[in-house]
């Protein structure tokens, strides 16, 4: 069974920058056919935000722009969402997901992202 705990959300001014971590229990994020984040703000559904294969092909959403870096950490067994110039509309719930060669895949708890104007 793999386990992800995700961490580095926070309240952060429009401007900065915030880097979430997803960290991986019970397997090696770097077998994973595909790591994901996805996003939920308020009253909407969840979007998706950018995606790494294991080859290392990026994919992102249609809503959101460069601002946005996946990666993933082998040494902390761990995938990695850096987020530059923070806007209050990237205010929402921020979900890491997994996919792997198995067919299964495995979602996060989320962590709070809250940008103040």
């Known amino acids: 069974q793999v386990q992800l705990v995700e961490s580095g959300g926070g309240l952060v001014q429009a401007g900065g920058s915030l880097t979430l971590s997803c960290a991986t229990v019970?397997?090696?994020?770097?077998?994973?056919?595909?790591v994901a984040w996805y996003r939920q703000a308020p009253g909407k559904q969840r979007e998706f935000v950018a995606s790494?294969?294991?080859?290392?092909?990026?994919n992102s959403g249609d809503s959101v722009s460069g601002r946005f870096t996946i990666s993933r950490d082998a040494a902390q067994n761990s995938m990695l969402l850096q987020i530059d110039s923070l806007k209050p509309e990237d205010t929402a719930v921020y979900y890491c997901?997994?996919?792997?060669?198995?067919?299964?895949?495995?979602w996060g708890q989320g962590t709070q992202v809250t940008v103040s104007s």
């Open positions: 790494m294969t294991r080859g290392g092909s990026l």
């Open positions: 997901n997994t996919y792997w060669s198995d067919e299964h895949d495995y």
């Open positions: 019970g397997a090696r994020i770097a077998s994973a056919a595909v």
